[in-house]
T-cell receptor, first 120, second 113 residues
């Protein structure tokens, strides 16, 4: 199976602009999560989409938004860019979690290579 | 709340040295535990996992044991190589309504020849 792909790999924008990043999950995976990685803050969770619905959300301002399409591909949008938005944005896909009576269910995430966003 | 704490880096070792990267967690319920590795310029890759107490995850010479009594999941390797230089992330996954992941801040490992 092909892995998670993210486009573009590198992006340079200026303050005030907006940007859209794209993520194609592994075939059959319905959950897509987005993370922001910076040297100072580490890996921070942005949001998760499952079957075209936002299921979880991190503590980011409303400038950060996303969506998921019927084929599970996802996009992330950042409006009114700020210098502090410079980061590596990672997308991860997974199958639907194994819930139910099995307390020890888990759900492995598969990460893409990321999009390096630089805001000038 | 749920959280993961891992030792700060960078950790610098000579080739063939023993590696330990500490990770402790706080969680309500029964989390699964993971170690991910990120090589320069790449995304995260799953290194190993453990889904219940006393499980030992292992891969590529790395090992970690799920210790419920000490809420720890320390990563170890007996003999590191230069190619192990990377950033290592400890994470927990927890089904609480929906499935959630929480990552540690990452520990950079540098192995010198």
């Amino acid at each position: 199976k092909a892995g998670v792909t993210q486009t573009p790999r590198y992006l340079i924008k200026t303050r005030g602009q907006q940007v859209t990043l794209s993520c194609s999950p592994i075939s059959g995976h319905r959950s897509v999560s987005w993370y922001q990685q910076t040297p100072g803050q580490g890996l921070q969770f942005l949001f998760e989409y499952f079957s075209e619905t936002q299921r979880n959300k991190g503590n980011f301002p409303g400038r950060f938004s996303g969506r998921q399409f019927s084929n599970s591909r996802s996009e992330m949008n950042v409006s009114t860019l700020e210098l502090g938005d410079s980061a590596l944005y990672l997308c991860a896909s997974s199958e639907s979690p194994r819930a139910g009576r099995n307390f020890y269910s888990y759900n492995e995430q598969f990460f893409g290579p990321g999009t390096r966003l630089t805001v000038l | 709340g749920n959280s993961v704490t891992q030792m700060e880096g960078p950790v610098t070792l000579s080739e063939e040295a023993f590696l330990t990267i500490n990770c402790t967690y706080t969680a309500t319920g029964y989390p699964s535990l993971f170690w991910y590795v990120q090589y320069p310029g790449e995304g995260l890759q799953l290194l190993l996992k453990a889904t219940k107490a006393d499980d030992k995850g292992s891969n590529k010479g790395f090992e970690a044991t799920y210790r419920k009594e000490t809420t720890s999941f320390h990563l170890e390797k007996g003999s590191v190589q230069v190619s192990d230089s990377a950033v290592y992330f400890c994470a927990l996954g927890l089904l609480s309504g929906t499935y959630k992941y929480i990552f540690g801040t990452g520990t950079r490992l540098k192995v010198l020849a």
